[in-house]
């Protein structure tokens, strides 16, 4: 049973334009939420998170938008770089959980 | 100075072996896991210990056997490999003694069985 679901295993972006990916759980005990960026051959990077308590968490070009009542996420990359191709996962986390729980993934292309 | 390193990076072995791979964090983390990426590139949970403890074994073979020395070193052991164990393995830490902290994940293992 995935509690953590990305419906879009691929976008394809201009370059400078906005990229946005999206995310949905059903947990509602979910209280922190991460996005990871993974290249080929190499493990998920951490980039963003953001706690239960915020509806919105910015860190330069990428910012996090939680919608608590819709139990929906997005990453939105303004302006989207070349650099930013790589597969985008979700995950979410419970102060009391012992594990994170992963989205399917999103691959980004950004197209020069 | 790498923050979670596992080794090694590929695994290649015929079925029946068994085959361990090393996980190590220099993180200071108190929990440490095992996931496993499949085919669909799914990440799945296998195995979470906090401070040597295992706290999470999910629905994993009992080929699988998770080993922690210490704080800073979680190991997988696996017995008598089949064909479907071929995947990509990632070691992960975190710090769960501060609530909400991001997982850190190692470069991945990605073994496969002839």
């Known amino acids: 049973d995935q509690q953590v679901k990305q419906n879009s295993p691929s976008l394809s972006v201009q370059e400078g334009r906005i990229s946005i990916l999206n995310c949905d759980y059903t947990n509602s005990m979910f209280d922190y939420f991460l996005w990871y960026k993974k290249y080929p051959a190499e493990g998920p990077t951490f980039l963003i998170s953001i706690s239960s308590i915020k509806d919105k968490n910015e860190d330069g070009r990428f910012t996090v938008f939680l919608n608590k009542s819709a139990k929906h996420l997005s990453l939105h990359i303004v302006p989207s770089q070349p650099g930013d191709s790589a597969v985008y996962f979700c995950a979410a986390d419970s102060n009391t959980g012992n594990q994170f729980y992963f989205g399917t993934g999103t691959s980004l292309t950004v197209i020069p | 100075d790498t923050a979670v390193s596992q080794t090694p990076k590929y695994l290649v072995t015929q079925m029946g072996n068994d085959k361990s791979i090393k996980c190590e964090q220099n993180l200071g983390h108190d929990t440490m896991y095992w996931y496993k990426q499949d085919s669909k590139k799914f990440l799945k949970i296998m195995f979470s210990?906090?401070?040597?403890?295992?706290?999470i074994n999910e629905t994993v073979p009992n080929r699988f056997s998770p080993k922690s020395p210490d704080k800073a070193h979680l190991n997988l052991h696996i017995n008598s490999l089949e064909l479907g164990d071929s995947a990509v393995y990632f070691c992960a830490s975190s710090r769960k003694d501060r609530g909400n902290s991001p997982l850190h994940f190692g470069n991945g293992t990605r073994l496969t069985v002839t």
């Open positions: 210990y906090n401070n040597k403890e295992l706290i």
